[in-house]
């Protein structure tokens, strides 16, 4: 935690810099090169640095000036426009795809400058626009447009593809309360027809066509639903899942931290927090069979201030009380 607008505060960065790698920054367009710190600046101070940048629409284009957050970004790169009811408006989804989805992405791009810098001795400027990265996940949803482009590709609705593919309602019936089928082969069609219940559907031929199914949506959907509603989403789950029929109960964030899936695997676990105690956190999806590292608590801002600074620019604790009296550090404590 170092006071940027201080002229010691850019001092000490600089002093810093020849011992980094990395240098990761996500302010508004055009505040790091105002503070002194653009890629040119850094390059002179460590010749194989490597600068990582965050921007709403990246540092060029008719938007590069504009600022964005998480929702603009997701906005922006056509994620609210496919997510609502087909005749409704456009819905701000739940996930953080602009923020966390734009992060994994230039953390896998500084590697891979990392990668190179330590065959070529060289490094770079690493830039990722939100727009762009969210753009990224957009690409099923993109691809169902044939025409690539040519038209929009409509909103999701409520029940979402061709039946059986949709949401379904389960006991006791609370805003959650649903399960998702995804059942696409004729044997998953054919296993979902027997285990709700509905044998009868086989020899139906409004529904041995995708076309039929779609047609006739109602009155599959109201079949299937019968079943569904008789049981919670978590048996409707373990039923058709074990059958090997695609699907999965509508977990709220509470359900996932509980998720007796997540806990025997190990993701779920139990941290110990300066302020909060101990909370249940969700953890790292990759599992590295060599390199496994444990679960710690995100340090307070401004925690390892002091020991970095003394680690690496060898200042007193005079010398550090100082600058925390004049504001230039920051400390948690």
């Known amino acids: 935690a170092i006071d940027l607008k201080s002229d010691q505060g850019r001092e000490l960065v600089m002093k810093l810099l020849p011992e980094c790698d990395i240098v990761v920054e996500n302010f508004a367009p055009g505040v790091l090169e105002r503070l002194g710190f653009g890629y040119e600046a850094l390059k002179a101070a460590n010749p194989a640095i490597i600068l990582g940048q965050i921007k709403g629409f ?3 284009g008719p938007y590069a000036d504009y600022k964005s957050f998480d929702a603009t970004a997701q906005a922006a790169a056509g994620v609210f426009s496919t997510t609502g009811e087909r005749d409704g408006p456009p819905i701000y989804p739940g996930t953080t795809l602009g923020d966390s989805g734009t992060g994994v992405q230039l953390g896998m791009a500084l590697l891979a400058a990392y990668i190179q810098r330590l065959r070529t001795g060289e490094g770079q400027c690493v830039e990722i626009s939100m727009q762009e990265a969210v753009t990224y996940f957009m690409r099923t949803r993109i691809c169902q447009n044939e025409t690539w482009g040519g038209k929009a590709v409509p909103r999701n ?5 061709v039946p059986p ?11 959650n309360d649903y399960i998702y089928l995804f059942a696409t ?10 285990l709700t219940d509905n044998p009868e559907l086989l020899a139906d031929e409004r529904y041995m066509t995708p076309q039929g199914r779609l047609k006739h949506r109602e009155p599959l959907v109201e079949a299937l639903s019968e079943w569904t509603r ?6 409707a789950m373990q039923i058709l899942g074990e059958a090997g029929v695609p699907c999965s109960a509508v977990l709220d964030t509470k359900e996932l931290h509980e998720n007796e899936h997540l806990r025997e695997r190990g993701f779920v676990q139990d941290v110990e927090l300066p302020v909060h105690g101990k909370v249940p956190m969700l953890g790292f999806a990759p599992r590295l069979s060599a390199s496994e590292v444990a679960i710690e608590p995100a340090p307070r801002l401004g925690e390892h201030t002091r020991d970095v600074l003394a680690r690496e620019l060898n ?14 550090i920051g400390h948690h404590g």
């Open 157 to 161: 609705g409520s029940n979402l593809g």
């Open 315 to 328: 200042l007193s604790e005079a010398d550090l009380d100082a600058l925390q009296e004049q504001g230039v």
């Open 185 to 194: 082969t004729d044997g998953q069609w054919d296993m979902l027809c027997v």
């Open 165 to 175: 593919i949709g949401l379904y309602p389960c006991k006791p019936f609370g805003p």
């Open 230 to 235: 008789s049981k919670t989403k978590f048996e």
């Open 58 to 60: 990246g540092s060029t």
